[in-house]
C-alpha cells in the first residue's frame, strides 16, 4: 500500500501499474530526485475531492534538497523574505523569485515599474507568509496539486525521456479526475500534456514557465492566481 491520502490510493496504484514494468524496476533502484519516498509527496497532502487544478511543472529541482516531490515549492528556501526584500534564497530560485513578484504585484503590493528589492523591503508583511510550507498549504487550500510532467529528475539529458516514461501515468490519473479540473501548464515542456488524448477533456490554462521575467507581468498568470492570495496568511 502507498503512503498516500486515502482518496487516491486506488488512483495512484492504477496509474503506477500504467508504467512501463522496465521504468518501475528502474524508480525500485533509486539514485534519482527526489528520493523515492518523496515522489508522490504531492498525493499526501491534497485530497482527490479538494482538487481543483493540477500545476503541471517540468520536473523536480535538480538539488535533493530543494526537490520536496511538490512541484515549484523548493525544500532549500528557509525563508521567503528577508530584511532586504527577498531571501537570499529564494533570488537564486529564478523561477520562484519571480513567481513571488508575479503574487505581490497581484495583490497591489509592488508595481511595474519597481520591482527591486527596496520596494520589496518597504513591504509590510504583517500579512503575509514566509515558508514554502505555508506556499503549499496555499496553493492546496485553492485545490492546487502541484505535480511535473516527469516526477523525478535524472540530469538535463533525460529529462524529456523521464517525461515520456510518466506519460501513461498522468494518463491514468487524469482519466480518473473530474473534467471540471483545470490543467495550469508551465512552460512548453508541460504544454505537451495537451497532446494527450485524456486531456482535452479539461480546461487548459496555459502560460510561461515562471523562470522567465515576463511571467512576472504575465495578465493570464494575474488572472488565475491573483485570486487565490497565495502569498497572504489565512
Given at each position: 500500500m502507498l503512503d498516500l491520502h486515502p482518496e487516491w490510493q486506488e488512483d495512484i496504484a492504477a496509474a503506477y501499474h500504467a508504467?512501463?514494468?522496465?521504468?518501475?524496476?528502474?524508480?525500485?533502484?533509486?539514485?534519482y530526485i527526489p528520493a523515492r519516498p518523496k515522489i508522490f509527496n504531492a498525493f499526501k497532502t491534497l485530497p482527490k475531492s479538494k482538487v481543483r487544478y493540477i500545476l503541471f511543472g517540468q520536473d523536480p529541482y535538480p538539488r535533493e534538497a530543494s526537490a520536496t516531490g511538490h512541484a515549484f515549492i523548493d525544500g532549500a528556501v528557509d525563508s521567503i523574505f528577508s530584511p532586504?526584500?527577498?531571501s537570499k534564497q529564494v533570488n537564486r530560485a529564478t523561477s520562484l523569485r519571480n513567481f513571488v513578484k508575479m503574487a505581490l504585484l497581484s495583490e497591489g503590493?509592488?508595481?511595474?515599474e519597481d520591482l527591486s528589492q527596496q520596494a520589496?523591503?518597504?513591504i509590510d508583511k504583517r500579512g503575509l507568509i514566509d515558508s514554502m510550507r505555508e506556499?503549499?498549504?496555499n496553493f492546496e487550500r485553492n485545490g492546487v496539486l502541484l505535480l511535473n510532467a516527469a516526477l523525478i529528475f535524472e540530469d538535463k539529458k533525460a529529462s524529456t525521456r523521464h517525461a515520456r516514461e510518466w506519460r501513461p501515468f498522468i494518463r491514468t490519473l487524469l482519466t480518473?479526475?473530474?473534467?471540471?479540473?483545470?490543467?495550469?501548464?508551465?512552460?512548453?515542456?508541460?504544454?505537451?500534456i495537451t497532446n494527450i488524448?485524456?486531456?482535452g477533456r479539461f480546461a487548459h490554462h496555459s502560460m510561461e514557465h515562471p523562470y522567465n521575467h515576463t511571467f512576472i507581468t504575465s495578465e493570464k498568470a494575474h488572472q488565475l492566481f491573483g485570486p487565490m492570495h497565495l502569498l497572504r496568511k489565512n
Amino acid at each position: 500500500m502507498l503512503d498516500l491520502h486515502p482518496e487516491w490510493q486506488e488512483d495512484i496504484a492504477a496509474a503506477y501499474h500504467a508504467l512501463s514494468s522496465e521504468y518501475r524496476g528502474y524508480l525500485q533502484k533509486g539514485g534519482y530526485i527526489p528520493a523515492r519516498p518523496k515522489i508522490f509527496n504531492a498525493f499526501k497532502t491534497l485530497p482527490k475531492s479538494k482538487v481543483r487544478y493540477i500545476l503541471f511543472g517540468q520536473d523536480p529541482y535538480p538539488r535533493e534538497a530543494s526537490a520536496t516531490g511538490h512541484a515549484f515549492i523548493d525544500g532549500a528556501v528557509d525563508s521567503i523574505f528577508s530584511p532586504s526584500g527577498l531571501s537570499k534564497q529564494v533570488n537564486r530560485a529564478t523561477s520562484l523569485r519571480n513567481f513571488v513578484k508575479m503574487a505581490l504585484l497581484s495583490e497591489g503590493l509592488l508595481i511595474p515599474e519597481d520591482l527591486s528589492q527596496q520596494a520589496i523591503a518597504a513591504i509590510d508583511k504583517r500579512g503575509l507568509i514566509d515558508s514554502m510550507r505555508e506556499l503549499r498549504e496555499n496553493f492546496e487550500r485553492n485545490g492546487v496539486l502541484l505535480l511535473n510532467a516527469a516526477l523525478i529528475f535524472e540530469d538535463k539529458k533525460a529529462s524529456t525521456r523521464h517525461a515520456r516514461e510518466w506519460r501513461p501515468f498522468i494518463r491514468t490519473l487524469l482519466t480518473r479526475l473530474d473534467s471540471d479540473t483545470g490543467l495550469i501548464l508551465f512552460g512548453n515542456f508541460a504544454k505537451t500534456i495537451t497532446n494527450i488524448p485524456e486531456a482535452g477533456r479539461f480546461a487548459h490554462h496555459s502560460m510561461e514557465h515562471p523562470y522567465n521575467h515576463t511571467f512576472i507581468t504575465s495578465e493570464k498568470a494575474h488572472q488565475l492566481f491573483g485570486p487565490m492570495h497565495l502569498l497572504r496568511k489565512n
